[in-house]
């Protein structure tokens, strides 16, 4: 089955062609105008999107090898993101559908992150999906396909966001995630030690604590040459006290509901330090498993294979000629009928 | 000019659920001052008081979180909108933020000093850092 796939939730608009599993093309706005604009941050905004989303599929098609008239299924993200910006994809990969007469599959973006992990590994169920992005942080628990309950999520700020604004305050430039993870290679990580918040529900996440106190330590050391000497220490104790976070609350789950197989997705699952730590585990009986770096941001490859799994574990193929035509984006996560 | 002064994070949202009650419908509430300075917290105090149960986190990633509230059995939206990463006024006109002001919501901007004048609030808050480590001065203009 030949697939086309839309990401356009956030800032990135992508586009996939797929064969079944496999990924023929996976098209990403910012790589493919890098050259173009400079490689800059891509704009905000919903109507950027507008602008892209034609070129973006134009070259996922020529990429793939196939022709657009091979296409037999067409898949997109419908929530959560800006309304705005899905909308975009969504009514491009609707219109295509409705114009081919071929199925349409609306595919949830965190779904699509939780089964990233398996588009280069083999399916194993149970399985905890950690997922870690800019915008989001979340433990879910999956049983099956598409059997998925939220076991934790973050009350404040999401762990790439953490990276993110740790980064500003230390002066260190955008995107912080990976400059901190680069400097921290080079620091010591027990330099300070950051506060491990806490949280009422056993399986939530908090970073803004982490980022306060960093904050407040930053400012302390008030002298420029202080702060010279010490950051990459500094990066380094910020960077473990997040993986920290993330990796411990994940064991707890792990070791409570006794599953053994850990997925990581998300752009954060690109930090060097929490895969050292969650790969350790391979040695305790663990299967770890991780998307290779291209599919750890917003793409629309994810998408793909995630619409293809939930086409072909569907009962009711029917719905996706018909009624999935009516099902409109949405913007927040509806954590009940995830 | 009204100042208060928090202590905690649980201070802090304990004056956003005290400061909702002027909240009316239709009104676009500007929150203003750098990282850390409890402008997320305080949203969550207000939700608390307009019963949101979504769980109320920072926007920054998705630009703007929706919630479902409910006032004196209305119930409306909230849009929680987080103008960190804006870089221009291209970004503020793109973002179609004529889709959210409406008669029958509220919207809640963070980092409002990023929107360069284009959005004018009818609540404007300041946060900025107090003397103490956790001190916190909330500015209500």
Known sequence: MKILAIETSCDETSVSVLQDKKILSNIISSQ???????????????????????????EAIKTSGISKDE??????????????????????????????????VPVNHIQAHLYSVFIENDFRFPFLGLIVSGGHTL????????????????????????????????GLGYPGGPIIDKLAKRGNKNFHSFPISKTESEFDFSFSGVKTSLLNYWNKQNKNSEQESVIKDVAASYQETISEMLFRKTIKAAEKF???????????????????????????????????????????????????????????????????FKEKPLARIEIKNF | MNIKISNSEQETISLGTEFASQINLGEVIGFSGNLGSGKTHFIKGICEYFKVVDSVNSPTFLIVNEYSAVKDNFFFEVYHFDLYRIKNHNEIVNLGLDNYFKNNAVVLIEWIENADNLIIPDKLIKFSYGVNENERLIEFL
């Not at chain 1, 800059?40 to 034609?54: D, F, L, Q, Y």
């Not at chain 1, 309950?149 to 604004?165: Q, V, Y």
């Not at chain 1, 290779?292 to 996706?320: P, R, V």
């Open chain 1, 258 to 324: 006794d599953i053994k197989t850990i997925g990581i997705s998300g752009g954060v699952s690109a930090n060097s330090r929490l895969r050292e730590k969650f790969n350790s585990l391979s040695k305790s009986g663990y299967n770890i498993l991780f998307p290779s770096l291209q599919y750890t941001i917003d793409n629309a490859a994810m998408i793909g294979f995630t619409g293809y799994l939930k086409f072909m574990n569907s009962e009711n193929k029917n719905y996706f000629s018909t009624e999935s």
């Open chain 1, 32 to 58: 493919l105008f890098h050259s173009e604009w400079g490689g800059v941050v891509p704009e905000i905004a919903s109507r950027e999107h507008i602008k892209n989303i034609s070129i973006v599929c134009e």
């Open chain 1, 139 to 170: 433990l879910i628990q999956v049983d099956d396909f598409f059997k998925h309950k939220i076991l934790g999520t973050t009350l404040d700020d999401a762990a790439g966001e953490a990276f993110d604004k740790g980064a500003k305050i230390l």
């Open chain 1, 71 to 104: 296409i037999e299924l067409v898949c997109a993200t419908s929530t959560p993101g800006l309304i705005g910006a899905l909308l975009v994809g969504y009514s491009f990969a609707k219109s295509f559908a409705l114009a081919k007469n071929i199925p349409f």
